[in-house]
């Protein structure tokens, strides 16, 4: 298989991912209170946001160089 179709395949893929999900979430563990040898954390939860426009144009250069890749 041709390597721009695997590109094509993947901004594709990308693009529907991020079209359904609107973005990326995550959880960290923060320091909340530390009184000598003691301490309390916090999980926190945070999301790396992904715009709709962003899913529409890596799914629609999925698309072009799929057909590019197959035209060649």
Do not use: R
């Amino acid at each position: 298989m041709k390597p721009i179709i695997l590109v094509g395949i993947a901004l594709i893929v990308f693009g529907v991912i991020a079209l359904t999900y609107h973005g990326i979430t995550y959880t960290t563990h923060e320091k909340v209170l530390k009184i000598g040898p003691l301490e309390a954390t916090q999980e926190v939860k945070k999301t790396i946001p992904l715009p709709p426009i962003l899913g529409g144009f890596s799914l629609a250069g999925g698309i072009v160089l799929i057909i590019i890749g197959t035209k060649k």
